[in-house]
């Protein structure tokens, strides 16, 4: 494991069990533990969040990929980096009856909470696989909807992410992530600093590579809509929680 994932694994651990402490009604959610508005406060349905006994709070993400989603029945989801399982139970009710739901995660703390919270709104049609988010565990053209939620800028090489999302999507399938990008060039000593990448700081990269990457993988039309902006404190450099869509052609 490379030192950026062991970064991100011990970050996430140590999130998953403060959130197991805190519980679902706690105020642990993305923008207590990660800074000043991530983007994401109040984007949820209160009464979807009631239906499957969580809160915000059990969410890490910058934004609700969920909403970009237009998720229906029969459809097959699957969220990277699903965290403690708010976005994969969340699709997993909007895909029923007959869709599923997969959550993707190489934090074995957080796929321990993501299945106890499974357990806890009584959610059938999910699975939590435990891999990493640049070799995801299923078959060629086995999805309908990829969904993420500020964890693709913790990968180090984005672009094998966005090639195995494209793999694993059927044609005409739907790429809809929130994830972090930086609009204004951040330090170089910063984007070299661990904790920083783990913090969803040092690993973002310009709107217009995000775009590149894309396209490269074959999406089409990708769109990103920067929705909340955030300036390093004492340093150069801006960094955004932004809405990124695009489709496989088919």
């Known amino acids: 494991m490379s030192d950026v994932n062991e970064a991100v694994r011990s970050r996430y651990a140590g999130l998953a069990n403060q959130l197991t402490v805190i519980g679902s009604s706690g105020e642990a959610g993305c923008c207590e ?28 993400g910058c934004g609700n ?23 994969v139970l969340l699709s997993a009710r909007r895909v029923d009856p007959g869709g599923h739901a997969f959550g993707l995660d190489m ?83 910063l984007k070299q600093q661990l904790d920083a990448w783990a913090g969803c700081i040092s690993g973002t990269i310009p709107i217009n590579e995000y775009r590149e990457v894309l396209t490269e993988a074959g999406f089409l039309d990708p769109e990103i809509e920067v929705h909340a902006t955030e300036s390093m404190p004492g340093e150069a450099g801006t960094i955004g929680s932004a809405y990124i869509r695009a489709r496989k052609p088919g």
């Open 33 to 60: 533990v990660d800074g000043p508005d991530c983007g994401c406060h109040g984007s949820y349905s209160a009464s979807e969040l009631a239906e499957i006994g969580l809160s915000e709070s059990a969410s890490l």
């Open 107 to 189: 934090t074995d703390e957080m796929l321990q909470l993501a299945r106890t919270n499974m357990e806890k709104a009584g959610v059938k049609n999910a699975t939590f696989l435990r891999g990493a988010i640049e070799s995801i565990p299923l078959p060629d053209a086995s999805v309908d909807v990829v969904i993420s939620n500020c964890v693709i800028n913790l990968a180090e090489d984005k672009g094998a992410v966005i090639r195995e999302a494209y793999r694993v999507l059927r044609p005409g399938g739907r790429f809809a992530v929130a994830d972090m990008v930086e609009i204004d060039p951040l330090e170089p000593a």
């Open 65 to 87: 990929p969920t909403m970009l989603a237009q998720l229906e029945p029969g459809q097959v989801v699957l969220d990277l980096g699903s965290g403690a399982g708010l976005d």
